[in-house]
């Protein structure tokens, strides 16, 4: 079985500042995809960066980046330049890429809170 | 934009009493999940549905639970008999393909009293 891990419960960001939020995973699988969900307090799951395992390139969105170490297991995120909107609850996710299900296991996510 | 709707928004239930929690997902979309969060916990799994039938489920989806796509647009969540347990927020979702993004509602709150 999968599991995601999201070891920092809280954190905070002055606006402008940059911030990085760490995840990792457990998984024998060798082709899955990891993502970073945003989830305001309007509550709704949206999608922030993705990466498919087998890319070396870390992927870029803008503000946001990653840095993924497959050996390690780690998936970590980067918020520069944070702004008031980046507020939320941010979760890390796994997903295999087997028949039809493609499910996603979540981490437990982290509160990011940007501040003036 | 296209988008996964749900109904209800919030709805508050007496324990023992039958729920339907309904979604119309993006419509060109051929899967669909539900995933359920407890306050302050995880998002977790509970099933995923292909060419009207269940394609996986997790331990949480017992009996008590059941999914339809009873006309080609709606996905509906059922919960026979609640628990106060089953007090969560709900999220639908859907992709196109396995291995797309996955789109999803804004989720239904349930209380159970």
């Known amino acids: 079985a999968q599991t995601v891990t999201q070891s920092q419960p809280e954190m905070s960001v002055q606006e402008a500042e940059t911030v990085t939020l760490s995840c990792t995973y457990d998984t024998s699988e060798n082709n899955y995809y990891l993502f970073w969900y945003k989830q305001p307090p309007s509550r709704q799951m949206i999608l922030v960066i993705r990466q498919e395992a087998y890319k070396q390139q870390n992927a870029t969105e803008n503000r946001f980046s990653v840095n993924f170490q497959k050996a390690a297991k780690s998936f970590s995120l980067k918020i520069s330049d944070s702004q008031l909107g980046d507020t939320a609850m941010y979760f890390c996710a796994f997903m295999t890429y087997t028949g039809t299900a493609s499910k996603l296991t979540f981490g437990t996510g982290t509160r990011l809170q940007v501040t003036l | 934009e296209p988008e996964v709707t749900q109904t209800p928004s919030h709805q508050v239930t007496q324990m023992g009493q039958e729920v339907i929690l309904r979604c119309v997902p993006i419509?060109?979309?051929?899967?669909f999940y539900w995933y359920r969060q407890i306050l302050g916990q995880k998002v977790e799994f509970l099933v995923s549905f292909y060419n009207n039938e269940i394609s996986e489920k997790s331990e949480i989806f017992d009996d008590q639970f059941s999914v339809e796509r009873p006309d080609g647009s709606n996905f509906t969540l059922k919960i026979r008999s609640t628990k106060l347990e089953d007090s969560a927020m709900y999220f639908c979702?859907?992709?196109?393909?396995?291995?797309?993004?996955?789109?999803f509602g804004e989720g239904s709150r349930l209380t159970v009293l």
């Open positions: 979702a859907s992709r196109l393909f396995p291995g797309t993004e996955l789109f």
């Open positions: 419509s060109n979309h051929l899967y």
